[in-house]
Nanobody
């Protein structure tokens, strides 16, 4: 089982930055796959990024190079760096985990509670 706890969301002005964190317990990212998703009001959930146990990363949303996903050395916390934020980045951001391989379109079994990102113009 994976327990995921997100933090780091907040309200920023356009052009600002945030770093979201997802703490993993009791497992670590030594197996499986982690991903970030977001869901804006009245919109479908979309995948933002994923990272596997080899630290291979994929940004799956058109972020124009503004998003970066990383993991700490202990592989217990996954980060999503959001730079040059735009109002359209406003959404609830979730981290998710799965036991299997990382690939776009995979399903995830474990989810955090989400952290809100609000960007004003």
């Amino acid at each position: 089982q994976w327990q995921l706890v997100e933090s780091g969301g907040g309200s920023v002005q356009a052009g600002g930055s945030l770093r979201l964190s997802c703490e993993i317990s009791p497992r670590t990212l030594t197996r499986g796959c982690m991903a970030w998703f977001r869901q804006a009001p009245e919109k479908e959930r979309e995948q933002v990024a994923l990272i596997d146990r080899f630290n291979k990363t994929t940004i799956t949303v058109s972020g124009e190079g503004r998003f970066t996903v990383t993991v700490d050395d202990d592989k217990t916390t996954v980060y999503l760096e959001l730079d040059s934020l735009k109002p359209e980045d406003t959404a609830m951001y979730y981290c998710a985990a799965r036991e299997g391989f990382c690939y776009v379109g995979a399903t995830y079994d474990y989810w955090g509670q989400g952290t809100q990102v609000s960007v004003s113009s």
